[in-house]
């Protein structure tokens, strides 16, 4: 039976998970505590302290791990939000295409990704408003989590797929694995670029960026990291550029970007 955490222990993770991920965790007690305990059986403690010493002093990524996906929800799926695809299809890729005619690029990061699920409907969108010309375009997609665990089942892009994805699209983009579930296919796979990145730390990308989705992942900020994160992505946009925030989130009246749209805002 694992004991309850203590005062201090808890104040001792929480602020290692701020300081670390930006994760608040202030409030959720209880939710720590549920979460938790069944890892702490399954790793061998039999009490809080024990385990959250040995995590602050190894602070060995893949415990980490383990603790940031009890911790959190890599809950996402295909279509999610059809209000920011619809404008970035019907205002954000004439304005790229439009940008960028001579050189044929375009840079857009899709921060916390999870499991994939929005850098692969992207490609899509991008794919089906190119047509002819996708092909001579460089419309890689930078596609990072925190997550290793959510981006190696990103990178199989295997999935149950909802009745929300166009018809079309699942016979044109996607090849049936077995029963229900299906693999994107390596069109739109190869379009992704995968990688682990932590948001708290610097953004150094060799580009700034055209479009950055940042959806339900600030939910788990508090105020001031939100702002820093922005100001951060503001500073990785180009002039021009575009920010897409969930429906559920917010920007501080301060922030540098302007609103162009429900939860879109343009630098």
């Known amino acids: 039976m694992i004991q309850s955490i203590s005062d201090k222990d808890f104040q001792r993770l929480v602020q290692f998970i701020k300081s670390k991920y930006g ?3 202030s409030e959720k007690r209880q939710l720590v505590t549920s979460r938790l305990s069944s890892l702490l059986s399954a790793e061998g403690y039999t009490s809080f302290s024990d ?3 040995n995590l602050l002093e190894e602070q060995n990524p893949q415990k980490i791990e383990k603790v940031l996906n009890r911790l959190t929800t890599n809950y996402t799926f295909f279509m999610r939000e059809t209000e920011h695809f619809d404008f970035f299809t019907r205002v954000i890729l004439p304005d790229l295409v439009r940008k960028h005619q001579s050189r044929k690029t375009m840079a857009i990061w899709s921060a916390g990704c ?10 899509m969108y991008i794919k089906d408003y190119l047509g002819a010309q996708a092909r001579f375009w460089d419309t890689r997609i930078l596609a990072t989590d925190i997550s290793q665990k959510a ?3 990103a990178k199989k892009g295997i999935y149950e797929l909802p009745d929300t994805l166009p018809p079309a699209w699942r016979k044109k983009y996607f090849t049936r694995v077995e029963g229900t579930r299906y693999a994107v296919s390596k069109e739109i796979r190869d379009n992704v ?3 682990t990145f932590n948001l708290m730390d610097p953004i150094k990308f060799r580009v700034k960026f055209d479009v950055i ?4 992942v600030m939910i788990y900020f508090d105020q001031p990291t939100k702002d820093a994160l922005v100001r951060r992505f503001y500073d990785a946009t ?12 917010n920007l501080s009246k301060d922030a540098p970007y302007r609103t162009v749209a429900p939860s879109t805002f343009q630098k």
């Open 213 to 216: 989705f940042c959806r339900n």
């Open 23 to 25: 994760i608040t965790l």
């Open 151 to 153: 981006l190696a089942n």
């Open 193 to 195: 670029i995968f990688q």
């Open 51 to 53: 385990f959250v010493t």
């Open 114 to 123: 999870s499991s994939g699920e929005e850098p692969y409907n992207l490609s």
């Open 238 to 249: 180009v002039p021009g550029g575009y920010l897409m925030i969930s429906h559920s989130e």
